[in-house]
């Protein structure tokens, strides 16, 4: 996905498909990975079913906590394919982004295939604007959710 709006990278991971959907959608595998360390999630609130919660609680050395609104899970192909966003709430409902500099709607889609390795990993996250777009990659997208998915890949091997 080639346009000024969205932002995706491809890994191969050593862990099964199955163990990466797990680290995806069960809250104490989520709160071992989800945030690039030092950052630390603490609340993991997740139904992941379409039109379930997709909600996280992290706190930030220097910054305190950082809660936003609960996100919505627009689809969820079990060991295969799953996609929210923060631009809908639980039940499709839609939700009130504000003006601070890390909030911008989102859809973010994680795609698991089979490899001979273990699984071949993609995450894209489109946003509504270029601008948006580089802002959260200005933010650090591809260290940060990097980060975070070789603390998946940690997690989801050992499963």
Known sequence: MGDDTTLTF?????????????????????????APRPVETTEVEIDP??????????????HGTMAGDAGCILV????????????????YRPNRIGDGPMDFAFT???AIAPSAEGCTYTATVMHATPDSAAA????????????????????????
Do not use: Y
């Open 10 to 34: 491809t890994r191969t991971l050593k862990a099964s498909p199955a163990a990466v959907w797990r680290c995806w959608t069960e809250p104490d595998l989520i709160k071992r990975w989800f």
């Open 49 to 62: 079913t379409p039109g379930g919660t997709f909600r996280t609680v992290m706190v930030v050395p220097d």
């Open 76 to 91: 969820a192909e079990k060991d295969r394919r799953l996609v929210w966003t923060n631009a809908l709430g639980p039940g």
């Open 108 to 110: 973010a889609e994680i």
């Open 136 to 159: 959260h990659r200005d933010m650090g997208f591809f260290d940060g959710w990097g980060t975070a998915t070789t603390q998946l890949e940690e997690v989801a091997a050992g499963l």
